[in-house]
């Protein structure tokens, strides 16, 4: 869409007010902004106001004008004009003019569209220009459509895939981005996604939770809003399905180490040790609330495929919350439907045009910017009006990027429309549904390959995990903290997304490489059979129990022993002793490898040189003996020689 065209460095934007709403017999009051952004003065600025002669009598022909670029000037004259003088360089000017109810409508009997057109000259030249629409209303009324709001409650989480205390307090402050989504959601009674980290968030901490986030929560629990779940961390499905996830990805379960209270488990074990954490009550404890609505996918706009859909179906989802993107029909006949091919899709549509204009009108930075798109998404309504589907689904945006300023004066806007009545979602799930073809989106392979970093590296650490004494310790955390980097909330920042990727890919690195054998020197091994000393780091904050493997190159050395286990404690080392036998003199390079009780290698092979001197403890017990025995038969000898001396000397007495 390109609702204001810029024209150079000069550009122009103009909207009517009261929504765009005009009653028979009164003019149009439009309000404009000019800047010039040139290297010079603009003189003798004047503005041009035409209606031109254009049936705009569906949405499709609506913003195909609106979004058309138009450039050459008109041979029209202008229903109006205003002077707007002398507008020197980086100067912005707000200005307001009308057009005459003599320039339109006079044979109206029904709403109808008026397009707008401002053009601004300087000295005859024209300099820019801007469009916008107007809805006649005469003396009936337009038919009533029902209007429902959804929005999500979430926050993009912190590096641990969780909020911390720090940012919990500055979310729900008076001016925190929680606590104004909870006040525009009470002002309003839309429709609540949650996002079950925000309640974990708050939960996780127990009493060390900020007063604020306690009282938030509190409130939270006492809307009368309709509420279903979000992912947790309100997680991309639709993105991590792309990058190869068999199914949605979902958390292992819920820990924090400095509070440990808690998560999933088939039935209770045994009570814990002191400072260790309890993982023995269910995650239902910190994630459980009272939903409205349950099985509900609120994938992100154009990001799934038919395969997708299809996965997020078989793992429980009943509805989809669909972007009116992803159907084929433009004009549908109902805002439920059935896809055609995929079976137990139940899909209710949220309007993409409707939902992005809502949004550009409650973010809009000048009065004249909310003016023109209130309008559009007035006209935008009033035409669904007036075809066969009276009801439709916005969603408010989730990106990241936080709800615009102007959100509750646009909100008000809408329901306020002659023609609206907003309606619960409840009712437009029991309307009546019709068949759409579906249309498979294909997310961008840039986007695509870093998730699938993410997936693999997130892979990597959990088979690892089965080193530790307690895997949850290790795996469920790092789950969280990815589910984190697949926050929606993400896209309106992705430098900062990818840096922070960048960031979990290199703490997962660390991970897998901190349990390992040190490099050692040459070990001489004197004995037949003994003990091979190897020494094993765990730079890990946890408990590790290893399995010692050792293969020598040359079969001059016998391992005795090829699975010798070793438990080390956090952030130590340990010694183990591979018994070992050898067959014969030699160099022999050993290769030692570390495994877990899963059998998952967790660290790269080290190689270690044994200097073997086999049989050199036999040559020399065999010396000592022949020694011994010698000076065995030598003293044996000397006493036979001394008595032969006595007996001969007794004789000769």
Do not use: C
């Not at 035409?50 to 000037?73: A, C, G, I």
């Not at 009712?427 to 695509?448: D, W, Y």
């Amino acid at each position: 869409m390109n609702p204001q065209t810029d024209e150079g460095s000069v550009s122009v934007s103009i909207g009517p007010t009261n929504s765009g709403l005009v009653s028979l017999g009164s003019p149009i009051q439009i309000v404009g902004n000019l800047k010039n952004s040139t290297a010079q003065m603009l003189s003798a600025l004047v503005a041009n106001v035409y209606v031109p002669d254009v049936q705009l009598e569906s949405r499709e022909e609506l913003n195909e004008w609106l979004d058309e670029d138009e450039t050459k000037s008109t041979s029209e004259a202008p229903v109006s004009s205003s002077q707007l003088g002398d507008l020197g360089t980086d100067q912005l000017r707000s200005f307001a003019t009308s057009i005459p109810s003599s320039a339109f409508g006079q044979n109206a009997t029904k709403p109808t569209v008026i397009p707008i057109i401002v053009r601004v000259v300087s000295e005859n030249v024209e300099v820019a220009f801007a469009k916008t629409t107007a809805l006649l209303i005469p003396g009936s009324t337009v038919q009533p459509i029902s209007v429902s709001v959804v929005t999500p409650i979430t926050s993009v989480p912190d590096n641990a895939g969780l909020l911390s205390s720090e940012r919990l307090t500055a979310l729900t402050a008076p001016d925190g981005e929680l606590q104004r989504e909870l006040q525009v959601a009470t002002t309003h009674s839309l429709a609540l996604g949650i996002d079950p980290m925000v309640i974990a968030s708050i939960r996780l901490l127990g009493a060390n939770a900020p007063p604020t986030a306690i009282a938030w929560l509190d409130a939270l629990s006492k809307l009368p809003n309709e509420t279903f779940a979000l992912s947790f961390a309100d997680a991309d499905q639709g993105l991590a399905l792309q990058a190869g996830a068999k199914t949605p990805i979902e958390p292992f379960g819920l820990v924090d180490q400095d509070h440990p209270i808690e998560t999933p488990s088939a039935g209770p074990k045994a009570d814990t040790t002191e400072g260790e954490a309890d993982f023995s009550k269910n995650s239902g404890e910190l994630t459980n609330w009272n939903y409205a609505f349950t099985n509900i996918s609120w994938p992100t706009p154009g990001s799934l495929r038919t395969t997708d859909v299809k996965k997020l179906v078989s793992a429980g989802t009943t509805r989809l919350l669909l972007d009116s993107t992803q159907l084929k029909s433009e004009v549908r006949e109902a805002a439920n439907a059935q896809l055609d091919g995929i079976s137990g899709a139940r899909v209710t549509t949220t309007d993409g045009k409707l939902s992005m204009l809502l949004d550009l009108a409650s973010r809009a930075n000048t009065l004249a910017e909310s003016s023109d798109y209130l309008a559009r998404l007035t006209t935008n309504l009033a035409l669904m009006a007036t075809g066969t589907n009276n009801q439709v689904v916005i969603s408010l945006n989730r990106d990241g990027a936080g709800l615009g300023s102007r959100v509750n004066e646009v909100l008000n806007s809408v329901e306020t429309l002659p023609f609206v009545s907003t309606r619960t979602l409840a009712q437009v799930f029991a309307s009546p549904s019709t068949t759409e073809q579906f249309v498979s989106a294909q997310l961008p392979n840039e986007v695509i390959e870093v998730a699938k970093q993410l997936l693999n590296s997130e892979r990597q650490v959990t088979a690892f995990s089965s080193v530790v004494d307690q895997p949850e310790l290790l795996n469920w955390p790092r789950r969280v903290e990815m589910l984190g980097l697949f926050a929606i909330g993400w896209q309106s920042t992705q430098s900062t997304w990818k840096a922070a990727v960048n960031g979990f890919l290199d703490e997962s690195g660390a991970i897998l490489n901190s349990v390992h054998i040190p490099e050692g020197s040459t070990i001489t091994l004197l004995q037949e059979k003994g003990n091979m000393p190897i020494a094993v780091v765990n730079e890990l904050d946890f408990p590790v129990t290893v399995y010692i493997q050792a293969k020598p190159d040359r079969a001059i050395l016998d391992i005795l022993d090829d699975r010798v286990e070793l438990k080390i404690e956090a952030n130590s080392q340990a010694k183990a002793s591979v018994p070992v036998q050898s067959i014969a003199n030699g160099t022999v390079l050993t290769v030692l490898s570390l495994r877990s009780a899963t059998g998952i290698e967790v660290s790269d092979p080290t190689f270690v040189t044994l200097n073997v001197q086999a049989g050199w403890e036999t040559a020399a017990t065999i010396v000592v003996a022949i020694i011994l025995l010698l000076m065995f038969g030598a003293g044996i000898w000397r006493t036979v020689l001394k008595r032969k001396r006595t007996s001969r000397l007794e004789a000769n007495r």
